[in-house]
């Protein structure tokens, strides 16, 4: 498995993209995140997005992070918000995930980020399992989702 730094709209990384909002769409019915998204948000300085690519050249996980400050959804200055974590179905339980969040930690880090923030949902508990298991604790709700009842907002200091 291999890590490559790519654009938000590569092919690659819209494809993997398009599979993440169809499982949002079953897990919660509502079409898939509609937070809105652009792909110089993940331009370095000001972000990164992250794919690993399996020993066949297949795109198997994605994820980024992009800068936040403080702003009227809840964010803090120097935050980083992780965005678009995804392993696909057959790949999962391997690690992917855990290996991704480390790398845009580091990443994130390295850029002077001062937090790591992320939103989820009740109906993802692998991924709350995952951030709590990585020292992520819940923080004060941001972000489009922040009056949802199903959004869950954790952090963790950088």
Not at 3 to 22: F, T, W
Not at 49 to 72: C, F, H, I, K, M
């Amino acid at each position: 498995m291999n890590i490559r730094r790519v654009s938000y709209d590569h092919p690659d990384a819209v494809k993997l993209n398009d599979e993440v909002q169809a499982e949002y769409h079953v897990r919660y019915g509502d079409g898939g995140d509609a937070t809105p998204m652009n792909p110089a948000h993940f331009r370095p300085p000001h972000g990164i997005y992250l794919l690993v690519y399996d020993e066949n050249d297949t795109p198997v996980a994605s994820g980024g992070w992009r800068v936040q400050n403080a702003n009227g959804e809840g964010n803090r200055d120097g935050d980083a918000e992780l965005k678009r974590m995804y392993v696909t179905e057959g790949m999962r339980g391997r690690g992917l995930a855990r290996r991704m969040l480390a790398a845009l930690e580091d990443d994130a880090r390295a850029a002077g980020r001062l937090r790591m923030v992320l939103e989820t949902g009740t109906q993802q508990p692998e991924a709350i399992a995952l951030y709590t298991s990585s020292g992520y604790e819940p923080c004060e709700k941001f972000g489009y989702y922040r009056s949802y009842e199903s959004s869950r907002c954790f952090a963790k200091p950088l």
